[in-house]
């Protein structure tokens, strides 16, 4: 049963929005780009996921994806958190392509393809950190003895993996994602007595749920692009590029001829998603390309958006906005 549904990361509707906005002679433009299909690729392994954790047990068995959650002023993240009445499980999975070499756990992972070698950081110490604060958590809860497994599950089909001799650990916690039932079995016979009561494991997943901490990184900080150098206005949903005109009660635009009367949302959630999830009506007129506040003021309350402040010191929260936008393409198949 999933008790926390799996979403897709906040970061690519915000490196999207920043490709849209970003000024036309920003020369970071491949290093964003390149930066979105690796977070598009992740996301994609981990829906891969989905078909493959259809062949667990139903019976007590407990999914939270995309858990993050603060522990020593640090965010460890993980992909997927099994919950079982005799153990818990991290899942880590990696769309990567390649072959991939396991050296040592003092060494990264190395990817070779197309005659090009590539360090990443080691998974298998990726999922042993993700355990240490995980094990922390528990002891908070004064559940100590509930064994904690994980696995790095390899999601491309054109990933080729090999171990040093040595590295048994690596060996026995990678596997591809059609080695996880068999794994599963593994596991819960090496963990064949159950420790947590049933209202243990709802006490422990309504803990784990409400210490989780959505992550909202700053792209435009990230890649150092002064936000006052985003490209304002409102792009037509048809053309893209092309910049609209307020018309009267509407947006026209000049190149496909055509009106839209509710383009001014998709600006506004970009303006969430790269400068502020608050709005006065002076920057809505600023970043809409308006002529007048009240052309801002209307717009801003035909959306019913909720606001704080009174008269100038006004500002309209767009976060319900972003979420609406964010919760239908996630419902999508």
Known sequence: MIKKHRSKPIIIYKLKSL?????????????IQDALRRYESGYRGEQSMDYFYRYLPQNNLYFLHGIRISHHDYYFQIDTLIITPNFLLIIESKNIAGHLYFESS???????????????????????????????????????????????????????????????????????SSGLMSKFE??????????????????????LIKQHTPEEPDVCSKFQIDKSDLLRGVFCPSCETAILQRVKRSWYCF???????????????????????????????????????????????????????????????????????????????
């Open 19 to 31: 490709l849209k906005r970003m000024p036309l002679s920003e020369s970071k433009k491949e290093e």
């Open 255 to 333: 190149t496909c001829k055509s009106y839209y009367n509710k383009a001014h949302m998709a600006a506004l959630i970009d303006y969430a998603l790269l400068i502020s999830n608050t709005i006065s009506n002076k920057s809505c007129k600023q970043f809409l390309n308006l002529s007048t506040n009240d052309q801002a003021y209307y717009l801003l309350r035909t959306l019913n958006l909720p606001f704080t402040g009174h008269r100038k010191s006004r500002v309209y929260h767009l976060e319900d906005l972003v979420k609406k936008t964010t919760s239908k393409e996630d419902a999508s198949p």
């Open 186 to 207: 593994e596991l819960n016979n090496k963990n064949s007595k159950a420790i947590l009561q049933p209202n243990e494991m709802k006490r422990l997943i309504k803990y």
């Open 106 to 176: 003092y060494d990264p992972m190395i990817r070779t393809l197309n005659n090009q070698r590539e360090a990443f950081d080691n998974p298998v110490e990726q999922v042993k950190r993700q355990s240490f604060h995980l094990m922390s958590l528990l002891q908070k809860l004064k559940i100590t003895s509930l064994p904690i497994e994980s696995l790095v599950v390899m999601t491309n089909l054109k990933a080729i993996t090999e171990f040093s001799p040595t590295y048994k650990e690596a060996r026995s916690k990678v596997i591809r």
